[in-house]
């Protein structure tokens, strides 16, 4: 029985990862659950899964799931309550399937306690990835990629040495507005961002799809799930979302991962891994897909990408400026507060004022994502 912890159950992978693990109840135990503010689903969970602690954003959350629920689960709420769901329970395995850099130090403080990482919060390792992998290695914990690209690079790699890859490459929907122009993205709104062609995924994804940043992000995860330089790390777009990435060898083979669009594949492969097992998703028929396309990406039209490279290759603390500042203005425009273009804008903009720290410890990396997150507030 594989014991495990889900931070952000309630959201799109949090809840298919419930999903995968209803599929296999006498493979795992659900041991801890932290969830935001859906207390109406965080009580469903709580009856079918029978977590021993469960965590909610704040302290009046907490107070009305202790009145609605009827199990002995421990209540908690807030970042106390989040380091305990990731580091305070018998979980060998810890799904960080919270959005945003708010899920660093709940993932430190799992890697800490020897948790292994499914790991889906993206932001955390582009926030972070020196301190997040370095701890990794000490304490032997393993990051299990879910986020669909890195899951399939994984499976390629299937152990492969670093020196036998050539590149990697990242395939990308082109999110929402892919057929678009850039003179037609400027009066879009934020209904039309939200309509991902492939994924139906949480806001904040579905828009860093929509901006490339999304891709921008995962290049930098990559860089630090795999150990490789930008130079080796390539991004294709792929308006089918069927190869969810490859890995072209020194021989010049290439090694893909094809699928459905499911989440609970990788989720799943991460949630068994090394193992494979049977999933409820529907079969990819490559004779009813017909045929795939590949576009070569544009970096005049996804500013954001070619952004998220640059701070990458500068690194030290400029991936957490690049982060924070694009959680910051993708919040401000699913307020309606900015334009769709204003995102990449205000990104330029924070990363612009900003020096470099080299190698900055929590403290100067929490200090700089306050600092980004202010600057992109106060930014018109
Ligand atoms: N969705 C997808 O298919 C994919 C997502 N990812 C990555 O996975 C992560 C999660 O994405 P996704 O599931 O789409 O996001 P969602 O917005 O659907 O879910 C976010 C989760 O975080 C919880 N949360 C938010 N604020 C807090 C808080 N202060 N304390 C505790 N929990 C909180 C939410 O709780 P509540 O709703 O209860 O408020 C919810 O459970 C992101 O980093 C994303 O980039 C990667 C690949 C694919
Ligand atoms: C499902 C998943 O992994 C998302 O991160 C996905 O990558 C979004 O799609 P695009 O970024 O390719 O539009
Ligand atoms: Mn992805």
């Given at each position: 029985m594989k014991k495990v912890s889900i931070l952000?159950?309630?959201?799109s992978i949090g809840t298919q990862t419930l999903d995968v693990i209803s599929h296999y109840p006498e493979r795992f135990e659900v041991e801890g659950l932290a969830g935001g503010y859906n207390i109406p689903l965080l009580i469903e969970q709580i009856e079918r899964f029978r977590p021993r602690k469960v965590s909610v954003a704040t302290k009046e959350a907490a107070e009305q799931l202790r009145t609605a629920v009827k199990s002995d689960v421990q209540v908690l709420h807030g970042e106390e309550g989040l380091h305990e769901i990731a580091a305070g329970t018998d979980a060998e395995l810890v799904v960080t399937?919270?959005?945003?850099?708010?899920g660093l130090k709940p993932t430190l403080a799992a890697i800490d306690a020897g948790k292994h990482i499914g790991i889906a919060n993206k932001e955390t390792l582009v926030s972070a990835g020196h301190l997040v992998t370095e701890l990794a290695k000490r304490r032997g914990v393993a990051l299990l990629p879910v986020d669909s690209e890195h899951s399939a690079i994984f499976q390629c790699l299937n152990g492969e040495s670093r020196d036998r890859v050539h590149k990697i490459t990242l395939t990308a929907?082109?999110?929402?507005?892919?057929?678009?122009t850039r003179d037609e993205?400027?009066?879009?709104t934020v209904e039309d961002a939200l309509k991902h062609p492939n994924w139906s995924m949480g806001a904040k994804v579905t828009i860093d799809s929509a901006t490339m940043a999304n891709k921008g992000l995962e290049v930098i995860e990559a860089h630090w799930l795999f150990g490789l330089p930008y130079d080796q790390i390539e991004v294709l777009i792929h308006?089918?979302?069927?190869?969810h990435s490859f890995v072209e060898f020194v021989d010049y083979s290439i090694i893909a991962q094809l699928g459905m669009p499911d989440m609970r594949v990788p989720i799943q492969y991460a949630l068994t891994y090394p193992d494979r097992m049977a999933t409820p998703s529907e079969r990819l028929r490559l004779s009813d897909v017909g045929k795939l396309q590949f576009r070569e990406m544009d970096f005049d039209r996804y500013p954001c990408l070619r952004m998220a490279y640059e701070s990458g290759r500068t690194g030290g603390s400029m991936p957490t400026v690049y982060n924070a500042a694009n959680e910051v203005a993708v919040e401000r425009f699913l307020k309606g507060e900015i334009s769709f273009l204003a995102i990449e804008e205000l990104i330029a903009k924070v990363m612009d004022k900003h020096s470099p720290v080299p190698a900055p410890d929590l403290s100067a990396i929490s200090e700089i994502d306050r600092w980004a997150r202010q600057e992109v507030r106060s930014l018109h």
């Open positions: 952000g159950s309630t959201g399937a919270i959005v945003g850099s708010q929907s082109g999110g929402s507005f892919r057929d678009r993205l400027t009066h879009v308006p089918e979302s069927i190869i």
